[in-house]
C-alpha cells in the first residue's frame, strides 16, 4: 500500500527564527523531540499489538501491519534504519496520556482526528493514512439487515473512543432506541461480551471490525458467523499525532508520511530500490512532463523526494541531507502492505 521512498531528517536549522504549532511554540534555545530521538537513535511509537492488518505481535516478535510500517517510515526517515523503532502498545484510553508525558515519540495507533482531541488532548494530528468511518457488526443469522433495524438494542463497544456519541447520533437520526452501549477497555473483552450474549451489535470503525471478523474464533463459526451492516455513520480520518509544542518534530513525521504517498504515485517500491520507476512515468520524470499541470506535480514530487538534483523539502525543515531509503521498510509482494479486503456481509 505504501510506496517506500523515505526523507532523512537530521539536525536542526540554528537561525534565529522560532517554530509554532497549534498547541504553543519551539525556540531555538528549546532542544526539539527531532534531536532528542536522534540522541537515542530510536524512535518510541506508540501502537498496538492485536488488530490485523494495523498492527499485530507475532510469535517471533515482529510487529506488522499497516501502522507498524509506518512507525518504520519514521524510523528510517529521521534515523535512516527502519528498525530503529521500539514499538510501544497502548490501551485506548491510554494514548494521549502516553503521547502528552513522552512515553512515546508519535502514536501511530488508528487514531482519529477529531476537533475534541485536536484541541484537549495536547496533540498534534498529522496527515492523514487512512479514512475510515464507523459502521456495525452483528450475527449473521441475526434479522438485521441496517442500523435503522435495531431499535431496542444493545451494543458492545471500546471505551475511550468516538464510537459511543457516534453511535447515540446514528441512533437518534434513525428515530430508534437505543437500550445500552456496553463500554469495554479493550477489544478482546468487547468480543467476550458478544460472545456471550450481552449485546445485539458490535461497533466500531468498519477497517477494525473487517479485521477483527477475520479472527473471530472458529468454534463461534469464525467470520462466516458475522456479517457488517453496509452503514458508515461517521467520517474517521486515522494518522499519526504528535505532542503539540514541537513544530520541527511534526515536520518530520509529516514529511516522511508524504514521501510515501509520492512514491506510491510513482510505483516506487521497496522491491524495485530506485527513485525512478520504469516505463512511461520513467521517461517522464527523466525527459520532462507534456503538461504544465504535469509539469508542477513532477516537479513538486522531485522537491518532496530529493531527487533529479533537487534539494528537498525535507531538507529545508530540518536542515538535513535527504536520505533516499527505498528498502528500509520490508514489504509484502511487490513491496506494499495489503489491508485485508472488506467482506460485507460475510460474503
Do not use: H
Not at 53 to 81: H, K, N, P
Not at 251 to 264: I, K, L, R
Amino acid at each position: 500500500m505504501l510506496g517506500l521512498v523515505l526523507i532523512g531528517a537530521a539536525c536542526s536549522n540554528s537561525d534565529d527564527s522560532s517554530d509554532t504549532t497549534a498547541g504553543g511554540s519551539t525556540s531555538d534555545s528549546t532542544q526539539s523531540l527531532l534531536d532528542t530521538v536522534k540522541a537515542n537513535d530510536s524512535v518510541k511509537c506508540g501502537t498496538r499489538d492485536a488488530l490485523p492488518g494495523f498492527a499485530v505481535l507475532g510469535d517471533d516478535g515482529t510487529y506488522r501491519g499497516f501502522d507498524s510500517d509506518f512507525c518504520r517510515a519514521v524510523a528510517a526517515a529521521v534515523l535512516g534504519d527502519a528498525n530503529k523503532v521500539e514499538m510501544v502498545p497502548l490501551e485506548t484510553a491510554a494514548r494521549f496520556t502516553a503521547l502528552q508525558s513522552g512515553e512515546i515519540d508519535v502514536l501511530i495507533r488508528n487514531t482519529t482526528w477529531t476537533a475534541t482531541r485536536d484541541g484537549g488532548e495536547a496533540a498534534t494530528f498529522l496527515a492523514t493514512t487512512f479514512y475510515d468511518g464507523q459502521a456495525m457488526m452483528v450475527r449473521a443469522d441475526s434479522p438485521y439487515q441496517s442500523v435503522a433495524d435495531m431499535d431496542n438494542t444493545t451494543v458492545c463497544l471500546a471505551e475511550g473512543t468516538t464510537t459511543q456519541l457516534n453511535l447515540g447520533t446514528k441512533f437518534d437520526l434513525e428515530g430508534i432506541t437505543l437500550t445500552e452501549a456496553l463500554s469495554f477497555a479493550d477489544t478482546d473483552l468487547v468480543q467476550e461480551a458478544f460472545i456471550a450474549g450481552r449485546c445485539d451489535g458490535w461497533t466500531s470503525d468498519a477497517s477494525q471490525l473487517v479485521a477483527l471478523r477475520s479472527t473471530y474464533p472458529e468454534s463461534e463459526g469464525g467470520p462466516d458467523a458475522l456479517r457488517i451492516l453496509p452503514d458508515i455513520f461517521s467520517k474517521e480520518p486515522l494518522g499519526p499525532a504528535v505532542a503539540d509544542g514541537d513544530t520541527k518534530w511534526a515536520q518530520a513525521v509529516n514529511w516522511a508520511v508524504f514521501a510515501t504517498f509520492q512514491a506510491e504515485e510513482w510505483g516506487i517500491t521497496s522491491a524495485n530500490g530506485t527513485p525512478f520507476p520504469s516505463g512511461a512515468k520513467s521517461r517522464q520524470l527523466r525527459s520532462g512532463p507534456e503538461s504544465r499541470a504535469d509539469r508542477r506535480t513532477v516537479g513538486w514530487g522531485k522537491t518532496a523526494l530529493g531527487v533529479g538534483g533537487s534539494s528537498s523539502i525535507m531538507g529545508e525543515v530540518s536542515g538535513s541531507r535527504p536520505v533516499r531509503s527505498p528498502r528500509a521498510v520490508a514489504r509484502r509482494g511487490r513491496g506494499r502492505w495489503r489491508m485485508p479486503t472488506p467482506r460485507w456481509g460475510g460474503r
